[in-house]
């Protein structure tokens, strides 16, 4: 028996756990290490989708299932398995046309299976390819392959913000729309954040709500956030989860999960 017994830490990856120089800060690792010695159980919730964060799993021990594409995938990385995934509707095709209509610019990533598809590539959309290190289909979105697990909107914030306020303005029904920096608005199906799907793990795991903590940098971040005993960010985190209340801790350059760690310690 641990002292972490039945306690969950759940990081974001990307400017979280994964710092500004493309790496898990020694720290960080020493910390988990710990950690899961004592009991608990520790992992990510990401915006990547299985093939961009999959590369990445090895850098740190992952003892419980990986939320994925921004909260439409919950995956045991473990098992080799998808336990969880949801869907955009059929109508994504055609809604995303007509936004693309009103906003010429804006480029856009849908991700099919393990696949990913790109329309109307800006500046933006080149770097996030680059920084994920994956290859796409450049494809018309009335011809990309259903369904969706998400699509990434890709442009400068005041185009977005307008996009996003369209979009859940004409689709809210069907929609979550949340950024996930200034320079990418995420799309899901109504309901599927990173928060919905910590809280099917928990129920997965059997774990005691109360004793979950999330960690996390921007406003996709925050449906986490709320589901946690001590909503936790790094001091590099978007002034959105800052205004909303979030503990503050070290940069994510120095290892915020090391800062976690240490309160739990006195905590438990």
Same mark, same amino acid.
């Given at each position: 028996?641990?002292?972490?017994?039945?306690?969950?830490?759940?990081?974001?990856? #990307?400017?979280?756990?994964?710092?500004?120089?493309?790496?898990?800060?020694?720290?960080?690792?020493?910390?988990?290490?710990?950690?899961?010695?004592?009991?608990?159980?520790? *992992?990510?919730?990401?915006?990547?989708?299985?093939? *961009?964060?999959?590369?990445?799993?090895?850098?740190?021990?992952?003892?419980? +299932?990986?939320?994925?594409?921004?909260?439409?995938?919950?995956? #045991?990385? /473990?098992?080799?398995?998808?336990?969880?995934?949801?869907?955009?509707?059929?109508?994504? @095709?055609? $809604?995303?046309? /007509?936004?693309?209509?009103?906003? %010429?610019?804006?480029?856009?990533?849908?991700?099919?299976?393990?696949?990913?598809?790109?329309?109307?590539?800006?500046?933006? *959309?080149?770097? &996030?390819?680059?920084?994920?290190?994956? #290859?796409? &289909?450049?494809?018309?979105?009335?011809?990309?392959?259903?369904?969706?697990?998400?699509?990434?909107?890709? /442009?400068? &914030?005041?185009?977005?913000?307008?996009?996003?306020?369209?979009?859940?303005?004409?689709?809210?029904?069907?929609?979550?729309?949340?950024?996930? $920096?200034?320079?990418?608005?995420?799309?899901?199906?109504?309901?599927?954040?990173?928060?919905?799907?910590?809280?099917?793990?928990?129920?997965?795991?059997?774990? #005691? %709500?109360?004793?979950?903590?999330?960690?996390?940098?921007?406003?996709?971040?925050? @449906?986490?956030?709320?589901?946690?005993?001590? +909503?936790?960010? @790094?001091?590099?985190?978007?002034?959105?989860?800052?205004?909303?209340?979030?503990?503050?801790?070290? &940069?994510?350059?120095?290892?915020?999960?090391?800062?976690?760690?240490?309160?739990?310690?006195?905590?438990?």
């Amino acid at each position: 028996m641990g002292k972490f017994d039945g306690v969950l830490l759940v990081s974001d990856f #990307d400017d979280t756990l994964y710092d500004s120089h493309h790496r898990i800060p020694p720290r960080n690792l020493e910390a988990i290490a710990y950690f899961q010695s004592q009991g608990g159980r520790f *992992t990510v919730a990401t915006g990547r989708a299985h093939r *961009t964060f999959a590369p990445h799993v090895h850098l740190t021990p992952i003892n419980a +299932p990986v939320v994925l594409s921004n909260g439409s995938a919950l995956y #045991d990385f /473990q098992a080799g398995r998808m336990l969880e995934q949801t869907f955009l509707p059929p109508s994504a @095709p055609e $809604n995303f046309a /007509q936004l693309l209509e009103k906003f %010429p610019s804006i480029g856009i990533e849908a991700y099919h299976q393990e696949d990913i598809y790109v329309w109307n590539p800006n500046p933006i *959309t080149d770097a &996030h390819m680059k920084k994920v290190g994956t #290859d796409y &289909h450049i494809c018309p979105v009335s011809q990309v392959p259903t369904p969706w697990t998400k699509a990434i909107l890709q /442009q400068e &914030h005041p185009v977005l913000l307008q996009a996003q306020a369209w979009l859940l303005g004409k689709y809210g029904l069907l929609y979550e729309a949340i950024f996930s $920096n200034q320079y990418y608005l995420e799309i899901t199906l109504k309901g599927s954040t990173k928060g919905g799907m910590v809280d099917k793990m928990v129920s997965r795991l059997g774990l #005691d %709500p109360h004793h979950v903590y999330c960690v996390g940098d921007n406003q996709n971040d925050i @449906p986490m956030l709320q589901r946690s005993a001590i +909503p936790f960010a @790094p001091s590099n985190c978007a002034r959105e989860v800052k205004d909303w209340g979030a503990q503050i801790l070290c &940069h994510c350059d120095d290892g915020v999960i090391g800062d976690i760690v240490e309160i739990l310690d006195r905590r438990y």
